[in-house]
Every structure is written in structure tokens, then in C-alpha cells.
């Protein structure tokens, strides 16, 4: 066998030691067994029905998918206007600007979440829906600087200048000429800071108030007095949830992306 055989051998065996326990959870969510085991003795959905009669995962499930949809609309508002600053504009101190906005990346999640938690005993602030959301921001918006950033480098800026010499405003350049442009980018990274945010578990754990309670932080609590057969089937829930979104939003951004280039030619 040459090297690039064992290569490949030791790469499959990579991925199937990353995805053989989320295909194991997947798996066990659809048992008609109370208790997990192999082989499976039959096929049933009554796991899915248990969680939609489960008060406290629907809450949780709603406040995740608040959360993120706030979280991603916030982030990428900002992310965009950040970016735009980065590429098109230049200002004393943006490099450390620029470092500023990447930072989150850089720090452990922990130290992040332990240090944003001391900083609002030190205001004393009391825990709220509103600081875990800005914390999921902080989280987030990284990830939509760097990917509009990376989009807005590759649009050539005498694109806009002629359309401003045509008449057009800067905000009538960036509403007709950049945005389309950069939007799948920016779509790109709504979903990445909607599927950050609804699968954080470590910075809300720190900054969530007492009552609210999300998907992630559901299934901890879930999981301190046994393993449940709901659990897994919340679990699956989550990975489909969390894998469609990006699929979906490749998807969107290349057709988006050939549509732009067959208007191109046209």
C-alpha cells in the first residue's frame, strides 16, 4: 500500500470516529425501545411526539430560535458595516479595530464567558435575556466580519465608483451595486452566527437568567438525571437543524451566486 493509502484509511477513520456517536443518537431517537441498546427492536417516531408534548422543550426550543434569530440579525447587521469599514475605508487605528472585532475567535469560549460574566458583576448588572444576548453577539459577530470582509476584498471598487459617477449616491451604490453583490456572503454569515447561537451551550450556561432555559442548556439538564429516549431524539432535532441550515444556505448562495453571473453576461 503506498503512503497516500494509508492516508486515506487514516482520514475515514478520522471522520467515522467524529460521526459514529451522532449517528448512534440518530439512530436511538427513531428505538421503539425505552432503553437504548442494539440491535434496534423496532421503528417509532413515539420520542419526536414525547418532545412536542414536552412543555419545557418547546420553550426551550422557541427561546433558542428567538435567541438566534435575534442574535444573527444583530451580528449581521454589524458584521456588515464593520466589514465595510475594513475594506472600503481607512481611519486611524483600524488595524486595532480590526483585531478587536476578530479577538472572540482568538479566546477560549470559557475565558470569554467567564470574563464577560465578572464584567457585569462588576457593573452589577443582573442576568438578563438581553446581556445573553449581547453575549451571543460577541460570540457571533466575528465569524460575519471575516466572511463579508472576504467577499467585500474580491468586489472591484471601480464597480461602485462608476455607478457613483453615473449619479448615484453612496447609499444608492451600496443598496443597487454592493449589497447584491456581497449577499450571499452575508447570508453566509446569518447562518453562521443563527447556528452558533442556537447550539452555544457554554456562554449561556454563565450568562442566562434563571427560568429561560435553551435547547442546549435543556439537554444538560436533562441529561443530570438520566438518559432519556427524548433526549436523543432532541439531539437529532438539533443535528438535522443545525446541518440543513448551512446546506440550505449554500445552496442559496450559489444559485444566487450563478444568477448574478448569468445576468453578468446577459
Do not use: C
Not at 70 to 98: C, E, H, N, Q, W
Amino acid at each position: 500500500m503506498t503512503g497516500w493509502s494509508w492516508i486515506r484509511i487514516a482520514t475515514i477513520l478520522v471522520y467515522l470516529f467524529l460521526f459514529a456517536p451522532v449517528a448512534v443518537v440518530i439512530l436511538l431517537a427513531f428505538n421503539a425501545n425505552q432503553f437504548g441498546s442494539f440491535p434496534i427492536q423496532g421503528f417509532s417516531l413515539r420520542w419526536f411526539e414525547a418532545l412536542y408534548h414536552n412543555d419545557a422543550i418547546v420553550r426551550a426550543f422557541k427561546t433558542s430560535l428567538l435567541l438566534g434569530v435575534l442574535t444573527s440579525a444583530i451580528s449581521t447587521t454589524l458584521g456588515t458595516l464593520a466589514a465595510l469599514a475594513m475594506v472600503r475605508y481607512d481611519f486611524p487605528g483600524k488595524r486595532t479595530v480590526s483585531s478587536l472585532l476578530v479577538a472572540p475567535i482568538l479566546i477560549p469560549e470559557v475565558v470569554l464567558a467567564v470574563a464577560l460574566l465578572l464584567f457585569l458583576q462588576f457593573l452589577s448588572l443582573p442576568k438578563s435575556f438581553f446581556l445573553l444576548l449581547m453575549g451571543h453577539v460577541v460570540f457571533t459577530l466575528p465569524f460575519v466580519v471575516l466572511v463579508v470582509q472576504a467577499r467585500l476584498v474580491s468586489i472591484r471598487r471601480d464597480v461602485e465608483e462608476a455607478a457613483m459617477s453615473l449619479g448615484a449616491t453612496p447609499i444608492q451604490t451600496f443598496f443597487e451595486i454592493t449589497l447584491p453583490l456581497m449577499l450571499p456572503a452575508v447570508m453566509a454569515g446569518m447562518l453562521f452566527s443563527f447556528t452558533i447561537s442556537f447550539d452555544d451551550i457554554t456562554g449561556t450556561l454563565f450568562w442566562k437568567p434563571g427560568g429561560i432555559e435553551t435547547v442546549p442548556t435543556q439537554i444538560f439538564a436533562m441529561l443530570r438525571n438520566s438518559i432519556s429516549p427524548e433526549i436523543n431524539a432532541l439531539g437529532a432535532v438539533m443535528v438535522i437543524f443545525t446541518v440543513a441550515l448551512p446546506l440550505l444556505g449554500t445552496a442559496i448562495a450559489r444559485r444566487m451566486s450563478a444568477a448574478k453571473m448569468k445576468s453578468a453576461k446577459t
